[in-house]
């Protein structure tokens, strides 16, 4: 593997590792949401929290296609030979 694939390759796992802190981060504040009352910011009670279970589930069905993707999409960028200007600079 040359020096310049190498770098290419680090650079697409820190862009992994990066997205990965943004969805991570996503979620949390999803729970927070979930478990919290958005008017007073006090805890909410269990039967609250069903409320707002359905908007939370569809948030992390919708998450785990974009991550997913996210993945493939930079697997793909940077094992195919680029073909188009724009893929060349894209992954460098």
Not at 36 to 64: M, N
Not at 70 to 88: K, V
Request: aromatic share 6%; hydrophobic share 50%.
């Amino acid at each position: 593997m040359s020096e310049a694939e190498r770098i290419k390759e680090r650079s697409v796992d820190s862009l992994q590792q990066i997205y990965a802190v943004v969805i991570a981060l996503a979620i949390a504040q999803a729970v927070l949401s979930l478990l919290k009352d958005p008017f007073s910011g006090t805890s909410i009670v269990s039967g609250q929290i069903l409320i707002g279970l359905p908007a939370f589930v569809a948030f992390l069905v919708t998450l785990v296609p974009f991550w997913h993707g996210m993945n493939r999409h930079l697997g793909a960028a940077t094992t195919m030979p680029n073909s188009t200007p724009i893929a060349q600079a894209a992954t460098g």
